[in-house]
């Protein structure tokens, strides 16, 4: 199960509607060892595309190295998809490379439904194989 603050999610939804008609993407990183996602770092979509997400590969490195620096691990990769349900593709699965991150999805696309505009949801993504966790929004995590 991922449990994310309301101010994690709601960045990360805000930074897929304000990146729409383009895919978002990011990461949210965490205490090495700990799970528990903290920082909130919004990416660039290197490819501008619609339906295609790429992390501009210097922009990758750099944060690798500052988190390696810091003691973090991405526990969190997100991205959006504007025109489809919040699920992994073929690509997402193919470029899921962090076995332990949770991999959330933000749809953006028409038609969601007026009382929940967006789907946010999160799956593990290991060895090709895709498995949905649920969700839980907290305030703030527990000491």
């Known amino acids: ?82 025109a489809t349900e919040a699920y992994p593709s073929r690509t997402d699965v193919s470029y899921a490379s962090e076995p332990e991150a949770h991999y959330v999805l933000v749809s953006t696309a028409e038609g969601n439904g007026a009382d929940d505009p967006y789907e946010f949801r999160s799956y593990r993504i290991v060895d090709g194989v895709i498995t949905e966790e649920d969700v839980q929004v907290v305030e703030e995590y527990a000491a």
Not at 45 to 54: I, L, M
Not at 65 to 72: L, S, V
């Open 1 to 82: 199960m991922l449990t994310i603050t309301r101010e994690l999610r709601d960045r990360i939804v805000a930074h897929a509607r304000a990146d729409h008609p383009d895919e978002a993407c990011g990461v949210v990183a965490g205490p090495e060892g700990s799970g528990r996602p903290e920082r909130f770092i919004p990416m660039l979509n290197a490819a501008r595309s619609p339906t295609f997400y790429e992390f501009d590969s210097g922009d990758l490195l750099k944060l690798y190295r500052e988190m390696d620096d810091r003691d973090e691990v991405p526990v969190v990769v997100y991205h959006s998809h504007t």
